[in-house]
């Protein structure tokens, strides 16, 4: 049983920055897939990042690539989404995903742990 609970969301202007934290618990987080998903009002929850459990590889959606940057600290049981160059599409609510072996990582279906989102609001 993992839980998640993720802080870091806030109002910032366009062009700036924000980083998100996803502190888990449970003593196995680092055999855990770690992902981000957001959620915009009227849309479908869309993946952002991901980082695996084995080699920490990352992949990125072409939305955001270049511009955030996912990251875990296994000893802290945390993982975070730098995200620089904010723009208003980018407002949403934001949540950390977890799974020890999802097939698609890109699936929002894939994932059997998701913490209760925060609100990123990026201003024109």
């Known amino acids: 049983q993992v839980q998640l609970v993720e802080s870091g969301g806030g109002l910032v202007q366009a062009g700036g920055s924000l980083r998100l934290s996803c502190a888990a618990s449970?003593?196995?987080?680092?055999?855990?897939?770690m992902g981000w998903f957001r959620q915009a009002p009227g849309l479908e929850r869309e993946f952002v990042a991901v980082i695996r459990w084995v080699g920490g590889s990352t992949l990125y959606s072409d939305s955001v690539k270049g511009r955030f940057t996912i990251s875990r600290d296994n000893a802290k049981n945390t993982v975070y989404l730098q995200m620089n160059s904010l723009k208003p599409e980018d407002t949403a609510v934001y949540y950390c995903a977890a799974d020890p072996r999802p097939h698609d990582v890109t699936s929002k279906y894939e994932y059997d742990y998701w913490g209760q989102g925060t609100q990123v609001t990026v201003s024109s």
């Open positions: 449970g003593r196995t987080f680092s055999s855990y897939t």
